[in-house]
């Protein structure tokens, strides 16, 4: 059983490496903002009290966000583990994890501000599988269509500079101190997130004492 968290700031890879691991390992792979988004998409009652929110690159309440993982993890699926990714993304968040939940490890994925900008300004989405998308590194083969289902590609509502902004200044203010939580309990594992994808999966797999990635 293998439970780890992942860190960074948007655009930092965290969904993309947490992918990797979850296919070989078979870990379950929560991401609160996935689930927000899915409930945002279908019109639910969550969806609508965090729609705003969300677009302006603000945090959700702690009590929602808590009980939208609560739920998650009680379904009790992940027989191999997790890999949990966007939480806990404050000190409340993070007590309230670590009270109900151990982990194995933190992979804390390194990224200058500068490059963010870069890269999430480029970033696409495809709306109906989900798949990723960056204009810059990861372009899809058809300009504006998915790859895996043909879908047109759109820009998340909160990847715009304003929402960018005060995701980054709440990562800063607010993320960062979960980091000094986690390092108190030694299980923060730094990986520098600029190389390219399978080079930033290769380190975090050395630094976890995993297989090596066969891409
Ligand atoms: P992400 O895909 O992780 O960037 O999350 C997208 C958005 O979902 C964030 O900008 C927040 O509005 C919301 N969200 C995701 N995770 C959390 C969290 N742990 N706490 C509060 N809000 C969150």
């Given amino acids: 059983m293998r439970k780890y968290v992942i860190m960074g700031v948007q655009g930092s890879g965290k969904g993309t490496q947490s992918q990797l ?3 070989e390992f078979d870990l379950v792979h929560i991401s609160v903002g996935d689930i927000f988004r899915w409930q945002v998409r279908n019109h639910t009652k969550i969806g609508a009290q965090v729609k705003r929110i969300m677009a ?3 945090l959700v309440g702690d009590d929602l966000v808590e009980s939208v993982v609560r739920r998650r993890l009680d379904q009790h ?4 583990g ?3 990714d966007g939480f806990p993304r404050n000190g409340r968040q993070a007590e309230f994890f670590m009270e109900s939940y151990d982990i194995d490890a933190v992979i804390h994925l390194e990224l200058p501000d500068d490059e963010v900008r870069r890269r999430v300004l480029s970033r696409r989405l495809c709306p109906n599988c989900g798949m990723d998308y960056n204009l810059i590194a990861d372009r899809p083969e058809q300009e504006g269509r998915c790859d895996i289902c043909g879908h047109e590609l759109v820009t998340r509502a909160d990847d ?3 929402a960018l902004e005060a995701r980054l200044r709440d990562y800063h203010e607010k993320t960062r101190p979960v980091l000094e ?3 108190r309990k030694e299980v923060v594992h730094d ?5 390219p994808l399978e080079e930033v999966q290769q380190a975090i797999r050395t630094t976890l004492g995993l297989p090596p990635y066969k891409g």
């Fill in 21 to 23: 691991l979850r296919e």
């Fill in 181 to 183: 939580l986690f390092r």
């Fill in 160 to 162: 715009t500079p304003e």
């Fill in 77 to 80: 699926d992940w027989n191999y």
């Fill in 82 to 84: 997790f890999i949990i």
């Fill in 191 to 195: 990986v520098d997130g600029r190389p």
């Fill in 56 to 58: 302006a690159g603000e």
